[in-house]
């Protein structure tokens, strides 16, 4: 252990403008997630992508510590987060996979996806119950070479090594095969003729998007620094882009916050604050009656129907779905004249008669509403079906 003292004694703590950016980042992100735990419902996207943000922070202020020489105040901890490097990409893609499908994320499903991260927490169990000295080398070796190593007590199981040796194609893997799956989505979002929102900076399709951007950014980076770098010694490096990724989410995030709104404290937005109705509420009801394929629905009669007022039936709609009351009824309108117009119980009925079936008044409202959510005319669509 004295030799163990010696070599603590020797390790400087290093502060510098590196350093100081990935605290900036380390901390912006775990403030970012906290809010986004206190705020977001437990199974919507944004709360996966809380769950994102607070994995990366975990491994970043490892990072953080092995740069700074903090680490050597709790040795026992290096590389402890190795297995949460593994988590970064399933988590961002679990976020882009609800955001798009709308489709929650199930253990019993997506159990695959933890496969890689766990078979590599369980290889390294001889690691994490090693003694202080072998954890102590582990960080020489990345950081600290020229200092030598300590000499490790008893007979030492280093088989761990089989796998901990190829951490950083494991994680390149990762990266590669989520950035796919991620880009896969989202050209599949686009195929479906996603119409942006109105009065809208940054729509669900634009930040899947730039999220892929990133992954890709981020992929490039690991492999030039792998490249260029033998041991954890570029790590810095990828952390201060995070820093600056994480910056550019929150920016973002507060630019499409309510505060900036102009309207935000005005009395009809008020009582979102004291209504306990919901948006789920709202959905629920006019899906399962389809009553958005009644001619005559209209934002006040939905909101009678709830006892509740337009404006709050208006604003949840539009803060859930970027879209305005009339768009969100056309949407599932148009989803359900997609339906009928290849169902066989429906084939009697003229494109002009699906659409009045599906509460359109006439043609031209039927022709316009379908065009502008698929891209396409009813006939086009058809044709390209049965094609």
């Known amino acids: 252990m004295d030799n163990v003292k010696v070599i603590f004694d020797q390790i400087s703590i290093r502060h510098d ?14 403030f970012l997630a906290i809010v986004i735990f206190l705020r977001a419902k437990l199974k919507s996207a944004i709360n996966l992508f809380g769950w994102s943000l607070l994995v990366q922070c975990l491994v970043f202020l490892d990072v953080y510590l092995c740069y700074t020489g903090l680490i ?15 988590l970064i990409t399933p988590t961002l893609y679990f976020f882009l996979y609800t955001l798009l499908e709308r489709k929650p994320i199930t ?10 991260p766990i078979l590599y927490a369980v290889s390294q169990t001889n690691y994490y119950s090693s003694p202080i000295e072998v954890k102590l ?15 490790v007590p008893g007979n030492m199981n280093y088989s761990y090594h089989l796998i901990k040796n190829q951490f950083r194609w494991l994680v390149l893997f990762s990266f590669a095969f989520y950035l796919v799956l991620s880009l896969l989505l989202v050209i ?3 195929k479906k003729g996603w119409i942006p929102p109105k009065n809208v900076k940054m729509d669900k399709y634009v930040f899947s998007r730039n999220t892929v951007v990133v992954f890709l950014v981020l ?8 490249m260029n770098y033998e041991d954890d010694g570029g790590d810095h490096i990828i952390g201060i882009i995070q820093t600056v990724t994480i910056f550019i989410t929150s920016f973002f995030i507060l630019s499409e916050s309510r505060f900036f709104e102009k309207s935000w404290i005005a009395d009809k937005y008020e009582t979102l604050a004291s209504n306990s109705i919901e948006f789920d509420t709202i959905d629920n009801f006019v899906t399962e009656s389809k009553y958005y394929s009644h001619q005559d629905v209209s934002l006040k009669n939905v909101a009678e129907k709830l006892n ?19 768009d969100y009824i056309n949407q599932k309108r148009i989803a359900l004249a997609q339906k009928r117009l290849m169902d066989d119980e429906y084939k009697h009925l003229t494109v002009e008669a699906v659409g009045q079936s ?4 006439s043609k031209s409202a039927f022709y316009n509403a379908f065009k502008k959510h698929t891209g396409q005319s009813p006939s086009a669509f058809m044709k390209q079906k049965r094609g």
């Open 219 to 226: 992929l490039l980076s690991l492999f030039l620094i792998y």
């Open 107 to 116: 253990f019993k499903k997506h159990w695959p996806h933890f496969v890689l």
């Open 358 to 361: 599906v509460g359109f008044k």
């Open 17 to 30: 403008l590196a350093s100081h950016i990935m605290l900036l980042g380390i901390v912006q992100g775990f």
């Open 72 to 86: 050597k105040y709790m040795i026992h901890l290096n590389d402890s987060t190795e297995f949460f490097v593994l």
């Open 188 to 190: 599949k979002t686009r």
């Open 308 to 326: 509740t007022n337009g404006n709050t039936v208006s604003k949840l709609i539009n803060s859930k779905t970027g879209n305005n009351f009339n």
């Open 137 to 151: 080398n582990a960080y020489l070796g990345a950081y600290h070479r020229e200092l030598g190593f300590v000499d």
